[in-house]
């Protein structure tokens, strides 16, 4: 483990930043997240919870959803297997958002499930049976990400799932080497490095969780250094 946090704003964040830098950036964290296999993190809770349901159709809302790739890659495995599931992505940036809805178009499910949203200082809509938020909770603070996850909690009607980067040497060198071997993007090269620096080892998202009064959820770890928090409502 890398013993102190380093919580430093990422370009990424930037309001500011000019969209086709944006644009390119979102390219290689998609391209990131298909190597690292991140729906495939996600998707075993999802499917467990819509085998429950059945056959009420799963509702899915990813928070931070960016270019939508992890929605989106969940959604053509739901499509592949036959699962009646559909997938809804929000984001605050507006460039996010036009990129997802471009993919889910080129997919040809319904564009218009993707919508921006900020998801500190607004609401999170209600409906969902499942919520979840891959790669964004080490963006926040401490006590950002204990009251993002107390509205989950309240938003969610079954399951809500939070995925993200561990904060270890390893991660680290695989951050490193990754943004440079996949993208050429020099946003991602700067980001990928500051999101492990960020991040949060599973002792303190144990505790996170405590003040979030997410009582029984379970972290478990996944490769490539990720881990992955589920709790389900009683």
């Not at 964040?13 to 944006?22: E, I, K, N, T, Y």
Request: include cysteine.
């Amino acid at each position: 483990m890398i013993s102190h946090r380093c919580h430093e704003p990422e370009i990424m964040d930037q309001s500011d930043l000019d969209p086709g830098l944006h644009r390119a950036a979102l390219q290689g964290l998609k391209r990131l997240n298909s190597v690292s296999r991140s729906s495939a993190i996600l998707w075993p809770p999802i499917a467990a919870v819509a085998a429950e349901l059945y056959p009420t159709p799963l509702r899915v809302l990813d928070l931070a959803c960016g270019s939508g790739d992890n929605s989106l890659a969940l959604a053509k495995l739901a499509r592949k297997k036959n699962l009646d599931m559909e997938f809804f992505g929000c984001d605050i940036s507006p460039v996010a958002i036009s990129t997802a809805r471009q993919a889910a178009q080129t997919l040809e499910l319904p564009a218009n499930r993707y919508f921006q949203r900020d998801i500190l200082r607004q609401s999170l809509p209600s409906g969902f049976h499942v919520i979840m938020c891959s790669l964004f909770l080490h963006h926040l603070s401490h006590e950002d990400a204990i009251e993002l996850m107390r509205k989950m909690a309240t938003a969610t009607e079954r399951v809500l799932l939070i995925c993200d980067l561990r904060r270890t040497w390893r991660g680290m060198g695989l951050a490193w080497a990754g943004s440079r071997l996949l993208t050429n993007s020099a946003v991602v090269r700067v980001d990928a490095v500051r999101s492990v620096a960020a991040a949060f080892v599973e002792s303190e998202i144990d505790a996170i969780s405590a003040d979030a009064g997410l009582n029984g959820c379970t972290i478990s770890q996944h490769w490539p250094q990720r881990w992955l928090l589920s709790w389900s409502k009683s």
